[in-house]
C-alpha cells in the first residue's frame, strides 16, 4: 500500500524529485535556518524517490541495425529517448542517486544558460564555458555555487598538467620516472613488485594502458607471452558476445539488461564521450556480460562507473587530442574491439576483489561502512560525535563512496590517479580504499563541523567541492590514507573485510 501511494504520488505531481522550487531554493550559507532534526524530517522535506518503479518504456528492447561486428542495440534516436526517460527511472537495487558536484551544479543553476548545447544528436561544448581560477581549489560550499558543470582540467593528461597549478607538460623528474617504467615494461619478465612501487605514487600516460593491464593481473608479466593472451582472450570475450548477448531479449534476462540500459546514459553525462551511441553499446555489452556470467550477484547500479576508467585509460593509448570529446568511431574497427575486450576483462578482475559488494543485501557494503564509523571514531571524535549529535548514519553518505569506489565525489581524472595507486597496493579497492575514504572524510573537517543541522550536513557529504581537484589534491589524499593505515594496523580483523 505504502508503494501504491508513492507511486500516485509521482504521477500526480510533475516537480523533480528531490530538488526544491526555483522561487524557495536554498542557498548554502542560510541552511542553518531550514534545521531538519533526523534523517526521516530530512526525507520528507526532499521526497526523494530512491526505490520507486515509474512505468517501463515498452520499447528500450527494441533492436537496431548497423551496428559494428553485427552486434544489435538501440538506435541514436532510441538511445536520445532512453536519455530524457532515464531521468524518471529508479533503481531496483539499493543505490543511492547521482549528486556528484557536477550534476549538483547543473540543478542549482539550471536558470542560467547551459553549458553544452545538443546539435545533431551530439552534445558539444557550449560558448558559455568559464574558465576557473586556480586559487578556489579549497573553496567553501557558498563558493562552489559559482563554478562551472565542468572544470578546465583535462580529462586524461601526464601527471603534471591534471594538476590545477599549470605545470609544465614534462619535468625532468617525470622524465626520469617514464624511463624506469619502460625499463621495466621491456624487459623479458617484468618485475611486478618494482613496478608496483614505482606505480604507487602515479603512472605516466604514456605507459598507463599495458601498466594497468600488468597490475590488474590479466597480462602475464613474461613480455613473450604477451601478445598471445591478450588475442585469446579478446577472441573469449567476442565469443562470449555471440553466445550470450542475443538472450538480452529473453525473459530471464530483460530486466538485467532494461536496468543496463537505462543507467548508461547516467554514466557520466556531462562528457560528450559518454553520450555517444557507439560508445554506449560497448558499455551495454561489458555489463550484461559480466552480469550474466556472475549470477551470483548480477548486474547492480554503481557498477557501471567501475567501466569508464578502463575505457578511458585503454582508449588514450591511441588518442592523443583531447579524450573527452574524441569519436568512438573514428577508430579503425579492431581498435574499437581490442578497447572493449580489454576494458571487460580489467573491470572483472577488479570485481572479484570486490564482489560481496553486490551479492544480495550488498553484505560487504554494510561492513565497510562500518568499518569506516569505527575508524573514524578512533581518528577524529570530534566528527564522530558531531554527527551523532545530528543524527547523521553512516550509511547516509558512505554507501555510494563504497558502492562506486569514491568516483560520483571526484573527477573523472581523479579516480584514474587514485587507481593507479589502488592497483599497486595490496587490496587496494577492498582494504585500503577504507583508508582513503577516512581521509576523504578528514579532509572536509572544518566545513562539517560548520554545519550545525541534519540537511546541511548530508548535503554537504553528497555534494563535496572537489571539481578543481587534480593529482596533487590525490596525492595528498593518499598519503594521508597511507598514514592512516600504518597508524591505526591494530585495527580490528573486519576492517580487511
Known amino acids: 500500500m505504502a508503494t501504491d501511494n508513492r507511486i500516485n504520488f509521482w504521477r500526480r505531481n510533475a516537480k523533480v524529485p528531490g530538488r526544491y522550487p526555483k522561487e524557495t531554493k536554498p542557498k548554502f550559507n542560510n541552511l542553518k535556518t531550514k534545521k531538519a532534526s533526523s534523517f526521516h524530517e530530512f526525507a520528507r522535506s526532499t521526497n526523494d524517490a530512491w526505490d520507486i518503479d515509474d512505468e517501463e518504456d515498452k520499447d528500450f528492447l527494441a533492436p537496431a541495425s548497423c551496428l559494428p561486428s553485427g552486434l544489435h542495440s538501440s538506435s541514436p534516436q532510441q538511445q536520445q529517448n532512453e536519455v530524457a526517460h532515464s531521468e524518471t ?36 561544448k557550449s560558448s558559455s564555458d568559464v574558465h576557473l581560477s586556480t586559487s578556489s581549489v579549497r573553496s567553501t560550499l557558498q563558493k562552489q555555487q559559482s563554478l562551472p558543470v565542468r572544470p578546465i582540467i583535462p580529462l586524461v593528461a601526464r601527471i603534471s598538467d591534471q594538476n590545477a597549478s599549470g ?75 555471440e553466445q550470450y548477448y542475443h538472450s538480452r531479449t529473453d525473459e530471464h534476462f530483460k530486466d538485467t539488461y532494461r536496468q543496463i540500459h537505462i543507467d548508461i546514459p547516467r554514466t ?18 561489458i555489463l550484461f556480460i559480466w552480469a550474466i556470467r556472475h549470477p551470483a550477484s548480477g548486474y547492480v547500479q554503481g557498477i557501471n562507473d567501475l567501466v569508464t576508467p578502463f575505457f578511458v585509460v585503454f582508449l588514450s593509448e591511441f588518442v592523443t587530442e583531447d579524450v573527452e570529446n574524441f569519436e568512438m568511431a573514428a577508430l579503425p574497427q579492431d581498435t574499437q574491439r581490442n578497447i572493449e575486450a580489454d576494458t571487460f576483462w580489467c573491470m572483472s578482475k577488479l570485481l572479484d576483489g570486490i564482489q560481496d559488494n553486490y551479492t544480495f543485501a550488498q553484505p560487504g557494503i554494510q561492513n565497510k561502512v562500518k568499518a569506516l564509523e569505527e575508524l573514524v571514531s578512533r581518528i577524529d571524535e570530534d566528527i564522530h560525535n558531531h554527527f551523532k549529535r545530528y543524527e ?47 581521509a576523504f572524510l578528514i579532509e572536509w573537517r572544518k566545513e562539517i563541523l560548520s554545519m550545525i543541522d541534519f540537511q546541511g550536513l548530508l548535503m554537504l557529504l553528497q555534494n563535496l567541492p572537489t571539481i578543481h581537484w587534480g593529482n596533487e589534491e590525490v596525492g595528498l589524499l593518499l598519503a594521508e590514507a597511507y598514514r592512516l593505515k600504518y597508524m591505526f594496523a591494530d585495527a580490528p580483523s573486519h576492517y580487511k573485510r
Not at 529508479?90 to 549528486?99: C, D, E, N
Not at 549538483?104 to 544528436?121: G, P, T
Not at 562528457?271 to 560508445?279: E, K, R, S
Not at 581523479?414 to 587490496?427: F, G, H, K, S, V
Open 268 to 285: 557520466n553525462p556531462l562528457i560528450p564521450l559518454f553520450q555517444q551511441p557507439a560508445v554506449q553499446e560497448v558499455f551495454e555489452r
Open 392 to 438: 547523521v548514519e553512516y550509511l547516509q553518505f558512505a554507501f555510494r563512496w563504497m558502492n562506486n569506489l569514491l568516483m560520483r565525489e571526484l573527477p573523472l581524472r581523479c579516480t584514474i590517479r587514485l587507481w593507479d595507486t589502488y592497483q599497486a597496493e595490496a587490496e587496494g579497492f577492498s582494504h585500503f580504499h577504507l583508508y582513503v575514504c577516512a
Open 89 to 124: 527511472e529508479v533503481s531496483h537495487r539499493l543505490a543511492p542517486p547521482r549528486t556528484d558536484a557536477q550534476t549538483l551544479q547543473e540543478d542549482e543553476d539550471e536558470e542560467e544558460e547551459e553549458e553544452f548545447d545538443h546539435v545533431n544528436s551530439k552534445v558539444v
Open 167 to 241: 605545470a609544465p607538460p614534462m619535468t625532468v623528474r617525470e622524465k626520469s620516472r617514464l624511463d624506469k617504467f619502460k625499463q621495466l615494461l621491456s624487459s623479458p619478465n617484468t618485475d611486478l613488485e618494482e613496478l608496483r612501487k614505482h606505480s604507487w605514487s602515479g603512472i605516466p600516460r604514456e605507459v598507463r594502458p599495458i601498466t594497468w593491464r600488468l597490475l590488474s593481473g590479466y597480462l602475464p608479466a613474461n613480455k613473450e607471452r604477451r601478445e598471445h593472451v591478450l588475442q585469446r582472450k579478446r577472441e573469449e570475450y567476442f565469443g562470449f558476445i
